[in-house]
């Protein structure tokens, strides 16, 4: 007996270029999911935070439509990123959905806080921790991407506990919260100086005015 189909709350998706950390400046598919229960107060998408407001669609018809979006840009969607980000991804089973993107041809990747079980087949994940909600220890150590939002002085500190826990080849980004960059930019261009081993990221579509 086949399983019934999954269906999951999408607030969008779209195709444009990945504007934040490793994969900065490429051409990537967006999948955003409803639902969240970290509370980011400074979040500029509060309003995925309620599942329930979003429309439910079942996995072959998210796929499809990413297939469809990017096909008929780039003409296949052969190692393409698609990203899965909220909300929190992760408060739903994401192996469905993963499995079929990949079969598809897309490369899996996953923006999380790391604060709810890993599920989903990924060939990247990327792990920004948020104070309001700390991630799970076993997460950590699976992180191709450490990915920092940096609200203030205190948080270079903070950062750097996650650091430690991640493995050797794991990226490092610090990214200044988009309310305070000009601020916060400066602070951060001296700590990575200080602090080689980080990266800066910029959230590069907000800059040049793309989703």
Known sequence: MQPAMQQLPVMESFYTLQGEGYYQGHAAYFIRL???????????????????????????????????????????????????TGGEPLLHPLYQLTTALQKAGFLTNIETSGSSSLSGHWNWICLSPKKFKAPLPEIVPLANELKVVIFNQHDFAWAETYAGQTHPHCKLYLQPEWDKAAAITPLIIEYIQQHPQWELSLQLHKYINVP
């Open 34 to 84: 409803g639902g969240c229960d970290v509370g980011c107060v400074w979040c500029d998408v509060k309003e995925s935070w309620d599942a329930s407001n979003h429309p439910q669609y079942t996995i072959d018809d998210i796929v499809q439509q990413a297939v469809d979006t990017v096909t008929q840009q780039a003409g296949s969607v052969n190692n393409v990123l698609c990203v899965i």
